[in-house]
């Protein structure tokens, strides 16, 4: 299975800071990767596919980057509805696997 | 508008078979452009794919739970349905049914409120 890594596990931020957060793959997924944002009590929602293209509807101060076996999705002037876990997921070889997740926090 | 509802029991005892249903409503399940997909969510394992199924009867699982998983469909009633036996407590989770790209496979668009499901005697 393609292992995915997230860091930092813990981000501490405040309104309006721009923050970054990597995900490595274990291989090569060429732009096989999602980003998903997830408040607690609901379920996860897709904020960027193929690595680099944001969802229709996400704020466009959501913005992924990457290739190969580096990613990262950075958060530019974070707001208040923004403080939740973030999960990115390889979708290039099955089982489709996620890394571990990274709580944006106050 | 999508919905997809999971339903099932909360409580499942060690050893025996968890069964969960998944209800899609505002949109056909016979599509296609999409599979319907199980997702659980644990502490100690975080996000896992358990496996997928298409309405034309295409189904893959997750080596890791090939063995004790099995997915199906029924499309006269929208219904999309998870079957995973001999469970232990590693099997607690938040259950997610899940739609998800069929081209390509593996990403998720529309995902259901989850169901906790506990194994304890």
């Known amino acids: 299975d393609i292992q995915m890594t997230q860091s930092p596990s813990t981000l501490p931020a405040s309104v309006g800071d721009s923050v970054t957060i990597t995900c490595r793959a274990s291989e090569n997924i060429n732009t096989w990767l999602a980003w998903y944002q997830q408040i607690p009590g609901k379920a996860p929602k897709v904020l960027v596919s193929?690595?680099?293209t944001v969802e229709g509807g996400v704020p466009s101060r959501f913005s992924g980057s990457g290739s190969g076996t580096e990613f990262t999705l950075t958060i530019r002037s974070v707001q208040p509805d923004d403080f939740a876990t973030y999960y990115c997921q390889q979708y290039r070889i099955p089982p489709w696997t996620f890394g571990q997740g990274t709580k944006v926090e106050i | 508008q999508l919905h997809l509802q999971e339903s099932g029991p909360g409580l499942v005892k060690p050893s025996e078979t968890l069964s969960l249903t998944c209800v899609v409503s505002?949109?056909?399940?016979?599509?296609?452009?999409?599979?319907w997909d199980w997702i659980r969510q644990s502490p100690g394992r975080g996000l896992e794919w358990i496996g997928s199924i298409h309405f034309r009867g295409s189904a893959y699982y997750n080596p890791s739970l090939q063995s004790r998983v099995t997915v199906a469909i029924d499309t006269s009633k929208n219904q999309v349905f998870l079957r995973l036996s001999s469970v232990t407590a590693a099997d607690t989770a938040v259950y997610y049914c899940v739609r998800g790209a069929a081209n390509p496979r593996g990403l998720y668009d529309h995902w259901g409120q989850g169901t906790l499901v506990t194994v304890s005697s």
């Open positions: 193929r690595a680099s």
């Open positions: 505002g949109g056909s399940i016979s599509t296609n452009d999409f599979y």
